[in-house]
């Protein structure tokens, strides 16, 4: 039995969740998502809550269970609350800002990086070094805060780089003489 896939996603209040089959939509403040899961998965609404349950005794359903149970979590969180990923940008001359819908990004290259910010996300740049990524759906702002990340990603010696804000870079020490 999965220790996770037991347990019902609480509904919030000011969230609408509704199951149609095997399609799942939930609207909230901050908009609507939806989520279609494999056969193997029968979900529900009871008491305000969200059931996962595996159809069948199979492995794939069994696999499946916990999965489709943190997808309906992370779809009815995302609507609530959303998501943020916050990243650094350590280096001289270094920065980022937002134009219109780009990123601007100077990142020590002979030319300036130009993100093009995809629809449902929002960037915000508080200071030329920090950068902000949040929307709804979780898999799109990592996805986002990845590929921003994979411009100049840290590097171990100086520190240089774009990095996660809770990222630990592990420090080489340089050439000895």
Known sequence: MSRIGKHPVPVPAGVTVTVAGQNLTAKGKLGQLSLSLIDDI??????GKVVVQPRTETKRARQNWATARTLVFNLVKGV???FTKN?????????????GKDLVLNLGYSHEIRY?????????????????????????????AAEIRAFRG????KGKGVKYENEVIIRKEGKKK
């Open 87 to 99: 990243l650094e940008i350590n280096g001289v001359g270094y920065k980022a800002a937002v134009q």
């Open 116 to 144: 093009p910010i995809p629809e449902g996300i929002t960037i915000k740049c508080d200071k030329p070094t920090s950068v902000s990524v949040s929307g709804t759906d979780k898999q799109q702002v990592g996805q986002v």
């Open 80 to 82: 609530n609350d959303g």
């Open 154 to 157: 840290p590097e171990p010696y």
């Open 42 to 47: 029968a979900v529900s609404m009871e008491d």
